[in-house]
């Protein structure tokens, strides 16, 4: 049987797939770093995982004689590093912010994660080769993800409860409970407007207490750790370990200002939520609007 090789590459594309830069660095300090979605899980013990690389591919060699690699999974903010290690060049690493990891594999600035793995096994994949590595340490940064697919970048869609069909649900005691009650109704519509406004948030980089923060630093003056503490309902832990991410990724000073850039994401983050409040509240008129905040305020009062 024969396919359409453009075809069977399109078809392929609807599964969306993680965007990785897997690097490595040989003994005599050739050092190599190539864009790839093929990344996958294989065994949790041994600990296990794979990539593949086309077998015409100049930094293969490195690949092979490397004693290890490093899986770097890109965030959503990192599209121009993807498209970076995709192209050829003398020098990829010239300007990018990274450090040795085990094996001197390097290790990417930002990422929502990474894996060290020794070099395991390689297996013969029709036109690739197949790099199987036995993980030897990880960090996980908790950030948005870049996905790929159907031949373009993605954000992560999280979704914060199951859908479920009324014509599902047995009871109809119980439906009239849940619909009259207003802690459901509201726990729902938080749900939808999540599922919509969630995906453009991430596609800045920042996840949702990252973003929060910012957005609270940018309409703040003079702002203290102590003092952004109150303001967002976030555990004291993760705003402290949110500050420190804000000021890695150069959005935020020490001083607790926006940086020129910093100013740029959150003005996106105002946009993308003005934008999403005009089309959740299109059908209120300016009165049932302003009543409706001025309802949130007076409950958020009440429970403070």
């Known amino acids: 049987m024969s396919f359409d090789p453009k075809e069977f590459r399109r078809c392929l594309g609807n599964f ?10 040989d003994d005599q300090g050739n050092q190599v770093g190539v864009t790839a979605n093929s990344f996958n899980s294989v065994s949790l013990d041994p600990p296990l995982v794979l990539w ?11 690949f092979e004689q490397a004693t290890h690699f490093a899986v770097n999974i890109l965030a959503a903010d990192q599209i121009d590093l993807s498209n970076h290690f995709a192209r050829p060049s003398d020098d990829k690493f010239a300007d990018i912010d990274y450090v040795a990891g085990v094996g001197n594999s390097p290790i990417l600035a930002n990422t929502a994660a990474n894996f060290q793995c020794e070099n395991y096994q390689i297996v013969d994949g ?5 790099m199987i590595g036995k993980v030897v340490a990880f960090e996980n940064h908790g950030r948005a993800p870049l996905l790929y697919v159907q031949g373009s ?10 859908q479920t069909s009324d014509k599902n649900v047995a009871s109809t005691a119980t439906l009239e409970r849940l619909h009259n009650s207003a802690i ?3 726990n729902k519509v938080l749900q939808k407007i999540q599922e919509n406004y969630l995906p453009k948030q991430s596609s800045t980089g920042l996840n949702t207490s990252e973003a929060r923060l910012l957005l609270v630093l940018s309409d703040t003056d003079n702002a203290t750790l102590e003092r952004l503490k109150d303001l967002v309902t976030i555990p004291s832990a993760d705003v402290e370990a949110g500050v420190e991410r804000l ?8 001083s607790l200002s926006l940086t ?12 993308i939520s003005e934008q999403q409040t005009e089309e959740v509240f299109a059908a209120f008129s300016e009165e049932e609007y302003q009543s409706f905040k001025q309802q949130l305020q007076t409950l958020l009062k009440q429970l403070s």
């Open 16 to 25: 969306a797939t993680g965007v990785t830069v897997i690097t490595a660095k």
């Open 52 to 62: 593949s690389i086309i077998k015409q591919s100049g930094s293969y060699p490195v």
């Open 126 to 130: 029709g036109d690739h080769w197949i």
């Open 153 to 162: 970048y993605a954000g992560a869609i999280p979704f914060t409860g199951a």
């Open 184 to 186: 459901y109704l509201m």
């Open 247 to 254: 000021l890695s990724f150069g959005l935020i000073e020490s």
């Open 260 to 271: 020129a850039r910093g100013n740029e994401v959150a003005e996106r983050l105002w946009n």
